[in-house]
């Protein structure tokens, strides 16, 4: 019914299939936390560097920054409230 050469040469390249497969999952999993640590740091760095009287528009930035930087690694939820500040994440 099956001939085992082709079986075993099915199986083989399969194989190689699959591999390259997890090696091109892995390197877009280490993208993108290359791309989320840039943007995270990026946010930090506006925050702590914007110049005198550009707050209403650095601040947004900012935290537009680092919300995208907690998307790319795999938040799906962020609260944050005021005063007091109280915030969490969820994945």
Known sequence: MYDPEELALFTR????????????????????????????????????FYPEG?????????IGLVIFAAGAFGYNRLWGKGVNFEFSAEK
């Open 13 to 48: 390249v399969r194989s190689e299939v699959h591999k390259e497969f997890i090696a091109q999952q892995e390197k877009t999993k280490r993208l993108t936390l290359i791309i989320g640590s840039v943007s995270f740091i990026s946010g930090l760095l506006v925050l702590g």
């Open 54 to 62: 550009r707050a209403m528009t650095s601040i947004p930035a900012a």
